[in-house]
């Protein structure tokens, strides 16, 4: 059987001129044989029924055949070359120099045949045509038009998160085999990528954020409603007993500079996330926290009344009863000077659990750390300090008592964190019996307002205007 193989081998290198296709069909014959006499050495027992008629062709010899060949004239040969097609000439000729340098290269469309128990190759079960050395020279799957192992971005709207799409379908794909360049390895192995998920998609959403806008200033509004009933339930004694607040000296211009440090702060806020690139999403969480933090705080205040903690503060005289048109006329005051006593509008008491001021302060700093660049150190701890020296300012000027401040740091830092962990984290954005933070009240707004933010927002920034163009084309994807 070896001088058959090694005979067939050498009529091999003879046909090639006549014609690729019977050239590489001897080399398979050739092939087969070797795998035969290996399995005939390990097996005593004869070959299947039903490969008799291939051994006994495989049995011819190689004398006769190359007899045979020989008898063909050059102009016969040239004849039969020119019958073939242009297409057809190309492949063989591509075909002919991948086997002059020892590559062997079949077009083909699927991924190989899988073996079945009806014939024995390489002493395993299998009817397959070719070798283990020659499939794993074959490529799995089709170079296209790309080289290297590598994936090529697409110009994908970052913005919206567009994935990558080829020809192929879904993702495109690299591939080199039989060690050429690129990704192929020198050993005939083939490197294929699988694909990667696609970016996530952050939309805007405007309606959505209208709709948190819309909520937060109904509850800014029944916050002020509650306040003006509650004027009327404000007890006339004297300040209840505090730790702080009967230790350090009263001073009434602390809380025009606990004022005028909120202001500063919330508009600082306000321009870090106009010039984030992700602002709708940003303001809707705002939108959504403050309306939630301005509810609580009604109900609360409301449901208890406490007497002044200054007992110099100057507040409107008590009406006696309550009125639709009264309840209105003080909202509309209140309204005038959002809420502040900076502009001499908030002249009503009884909002003390828990405290404005210091839920405003927290928030501002939260956001500005959040969603202001990693590198601006020096801005977040301008915010922290900020936001500590109003909050004692509160305290100084005897705004508030010492428990409506603590209580209004615990709500809004909590409400913060549990509502970022919730938005950064997508397992927890779904319920379940094991996924307790879904027990919150408020979960259905919070799944309602994320659900198609699939991931932690980025902190990409641009100019927001279309508006000098000076400033759209200079880096307008900058992060952090």
């Not at 009529?11 to 001897?26: D, Q, T, V």
């Not at 027992?45 to 291939?54: A, F, I, L, N, S």
């Amino acid at each position: 059987m070896l001088v058959v193989s090694c005979s067939l081998q050498y009529f091999n290198k003879l046909a090639l001129p006549l014609s690729p296709r019977f050239a590489r069909m001897c080399q398979m014959i050739g092939r087969n044989t070797r795998h035969e006499s290996i399995s005939a050495k390990n097996v005593d027992t004869g070959p299947p029924p039903e490969r008799t008629d291939r051994l006994e062709t495989e049995q011819q010899e190689p004398a006769e055949r190359a007899e045979a060949t020989e008898r063909l004239q050059p102009a016969e040969r040239a004849e039969g070359a020119e019958r073939l097609q242009p297409a057809e000439r190309a492949e063989g000729a591509e075909r002919l120099q991948h086997q002059q340098e020892g590559m062997v290269v079949e077009p083909h469309q699927g991924y190989g045949s899988f073996p079945s128990p009806s014939s024995n190759v390489n002493g395993r079960q299998g009817d397959m045509d070719e070798s283990e050395a020659f499939l794993s020279s074959r490529p799995l799957l089709h170079d296209h038009e790309h080289s290297g192992d590598h994936w090529r971005p697409g110009s994908a709207d970052v913005e919206h998160g567009a994935a990558d799409q080829t020809a192929s379908g879904g993702y495109g794909y690299q591939t080199t085999a039989g060690g050429g360049g690129g990704g192929g390895a020198a050993d005939g192995t083939t490197r294929v990528n699988i694909g990667t998920p696609a970016p996530p998609r952050f939309p805007k959403e405007r309606l959505k954020t209208l709709l948190a806008l819309l909520w937060m200033v109904f509850n800014f509004v029944l916050t002020l409603t509650s306040l003006a009933i509650t004027h009327e339930r404000v007890p006339d004694t004297a300040p209840l007993p505090d730790a702080v607040l009967d230790t350090v000296p009263t001073g009434a211009w602390a809380l025009k500079v606990s004022e005028i440090t909120i202001m500063v702060l919330v508009n600082s806020a306000f321009l870090v996330v106009l010039l984030h690139r992700h602002r709708f999403i940003v303001f809707r969480r705002i939108f959504l926290l403050m309306g939630l933090l301005y509810m609580m705080r009604s109900v609360l205040y409301f449901v208890t009344a406490l007497p002044k903690p200054d007992p110099d503060y100057k507040c409107d005289p008590k009406a006696g009863y309550l009125s639709a048109a009264l309840v209105a006329s003080r909202v509309l005051k209140l309204l005038g000077g959002f809420g502040l006593s900076i502009n001499g509008q908030h002249v009503f008491c009884g909002d003390y659990i828990y405290s404005g001021h210091t839920v405003t302060l927290t928030m501002a700093y939260l956001v500005l750390r959040e969603y202001s660049p990693r590198h601006w150190w020096p801005l977040h701890w301008a915010a922290l300090l900020a936001a500590a020296n109003g909050v004692v300012m509160v305290l100084v000027a005897r705004g508030h008592y010492t428990v409506d401040v603590l209580i209004a740091y615990y709500v809004t830092t909590r409400l913060f964190w549990i509502y970022h962990t919730l938005a950064n984290n997508a397992a927890l954005k779904e319920g379940g019996t094991h996924n307790y933070l879904s027990r919150l009240w408020w979960f259905p707004a919070f799944r309602y307002f994320e659900r198609n933010v699939r991931a932690p927002v980025p902190r990409h920034y641009e100019w927001p205007l279309p508006w000098p163009r000076c400033l759209i084309r200079k880096r307008t994807d900058r992060s952090s």
